[in-house]
């Protein structure tokens, strides 16, 4: 059994940071990859960012790519990502995954995850 749960979100400007953490806890060995995915009202869930644990490589999906920074603790129970130059087009419900599942992929497919938290909501105003 996992536990997802998402933190930091809120409503800022466009062109501010804010960070989004995720804090998982349950059986720490089966933990492969982490993600976050997003989703805006009308719109299907969206890959934003991964990380492998197994590889040790972040992913990122083009519209996010040099603005959001994904990272973990050495432990495996966090995974924070960094989002900075924010835009009113990431405006959405942000979601933590968790994939248990052994793989060397970067996993942008919800389907990939076996946990999902609850959501977190990202505001950006214009």
């Known amino acids: 059994q996992v536990q997802l749960i998402e933190s930091g979100g809120g409503f800022v400007h466009a062109g501010d940071s804010l960070t989004l953490s995720c804090a998982a806890s349950?059986?720490?060995?089966?933990?492969?990859?982490m993600g976050w995915f997003r989703q805006a009202p009308g719109r299907e869930r969206e890959f934003v960012a991964s990380?492998?644990?197994?590889?040790?490589?972040?992913y990122y999906s083009n519209s996010v790519e040099g603005r959001f920074t994904i990272s973990r603790d050495s432990a495996k129970t966090t995974a924070d990502l960094q989002m900075n130059s924010l835009k009113p087009e990431d405006t959405a419900v942000y979601y933590c995954?968790?994939?248990?599942?052994?793989?060397?992929?970067?996993?942008?497919?919800?389907?990939?995850?076996?946990?999902w938290g609850q959501g977190t909501q990202v505001t950006v105003s214009s």
């Open positions: 349950g059986d720490e060995l089966t933990r492969n990859t």
């Open positions: 990380f492998n644990f197994y590889t040790y490589t972040p």
């Open positions: 995954a968790l994939r248990t599942r052994f793989g060397r992929s970067s996993y942008a497919n919800a389907g990939d995850y076996d946990w």
